[in-house]
């Protein structure tokens, strides 16, 4: 008899968590009859119900909710994002409780957040998950959770990426296209590449492409959009854009496992990203070279912008990108460690 998995989602929009969660979901054996609970509509539902039995509650229909999870006869209940954890906590549901730590807590909850609500959402996210089956999304989050908050029952499933239809070629221009791909936000520290590519790119023959939106968009656009600066807006098919580019780069604050990294791996692209733990983790899960890392300045960036725009061997390091993905980070392996987890529990 199949085991009857529960995900709870905290939306079905086109964002971090619930796109690891769909993808576990599209990447697990046929071992499982998979249901999911959201507690928001969004544009990736048809992308669910193609494999799973999905069910919406509004977040204000809580006493509904909790009794289809209570009265559910699940096997195990995974949930995803604080908001997901307090429905699951509340069930006081039989089954085993797994959650993904998506982030740092605090680290991430105050910068998109603010102080005291960070802080609070941070405390009540712990709390609640506290007896519950933990997974971080990185090596590096799981240490943080184990070294700063003592948190028992933890363990380490790296997050993973579907392999695109078609791995990206070099532009065939002469031109070094490097580009961001995310949400425009100050977390993500998006000025910072601004800055540092404005000052580097005089006289290259190099563009900077900004993929994505977000609430520092329009100020952004108005102080560095020009002919060697190109902003792209949202696109629910970022691959068609970036797919002929050449540089993933990201000077991001916080992060857990970051998704558009291992995407632009998967495709074939080398990255400069900030040095922070877990871009230090992805560096250095693959001993050969497939990206660089600077030390959150401008400065340290623009070297890095120099060194790979006059990097001998530009097509080494993108197979090596590759080769980091299928090794480390790929859908599957991700799904059948949640699964080995699942059987275990």
């Known amino acids: 008899m199949k085991k009857k998995i529960l995900f709870i989602v905290p939306s079905l929009k086109n964002a971090g968590p619930v796109n690891v969660c769909l993808t576990i979901i599209n990447n697990l054996p046929e071992l499982y009859d998979i249901e999911v609970l959201a507690l928001n509509d969004g544009e990736r539902k048809e992308e669910f119900a193609s494999r799973a039995k999905v069910t919406i509650f509004k977040r204000t229909a809580v006493l509904q909710a909790l009794i289809f999870i209570r009265q559910g006869e699940f096997s195990v209940i995974h949930s995803h994002c604080t908001v997901s954890d307090i429905f699951n906590y509340l069930s006081f549901a039989a089954a085993p409780k797994v959650t993904t730590i998506h982030n740092y807590f605090e680290v991430d909850f105050v910068q998109t957040k603010g102080l005291i609500k960070g802080k609070l959402e941070g405390l009540v996210g712990r709390?609640?998950?506290?007896?519950?089956?933990?997974?971080?999304?990185?090596?590096?989050?799981?240490?943080?959770?184990?070294?700063?908050?003592?948190?028992?029952?933890?363990?380490?499933?790296?997050?993973?990426?579907?392999?695109?239809?078609?791995?990206?070629?070099?532009?065939?221009?002469?031109?070094?296209?490097?580009?961001?791909?995310?949400?425009?936000?100050?977390?993500?520290?998006?000025?910072?590449?601004?800055?540092?590519?404005?000052?580097?790119?005089?006289?290259?023959?190099?563009?900077?492409?900004?993929?994505?939106?977000?609430?520092?968009e329009v100020y952004l656009r108005q102080q560095y959009s020009n002919d060697k600066i190109i902003f792209h807006g949202n696109t629910d098919q970022p691959y068609s854009v970036y797919k002929e580019f050449d540089c993933f780069i990201s000077a991001s604050h916080a992060e857990g496992l970051p998704l558009a990294l291992i995407e632009s791996m998967a495709s074939g692209k080398t990255f400069i990203c900030s040095d922070i733990e877990p871009h230090k983790e992805v560096l250095n899960s693959f001993k050969e070279k497939s990206g660089f890392l600077f030390d959150k300045t401008v400065a340290g960036l623009m070297v890095c912008l120099e060194e790979y725009y006059h990097f001998y061997d530009k097509e080494n390091l993108a197979d090596n990108a590759i080769n980091n993905y299928l090794k480390n980070y790929t859908a599957k392996k991700m799904a059948l460690n949640y699964s080995e987890l699942y059987q275990k529990i």
């Open 127 to 216: 709390f609640m998950i506290r007896r519950f089956h933990k997974v971080a999304c990185s090596h590096s989050v799981m240490k943080h959770c184990v070294s700063i908050h003592a948190m028992k029952k933890v363990t380490a499933i790296p997050n993973g990426v579907e392999l695109p239809l078609s791995s990206g070629k070099k532009n065939h221009d002469d031109v070094i296209h490097y580009f961001y791909l995310g949400v425009l936000n100050k977390r993500k520290n998006v000025q910072q590449i601004l800055e540092a590519f404005s000052q580097w790119c005089h006289g290259k023959r190099a563009e900077l492409h900004i993929i994505g939106s977000g609430s520092d």
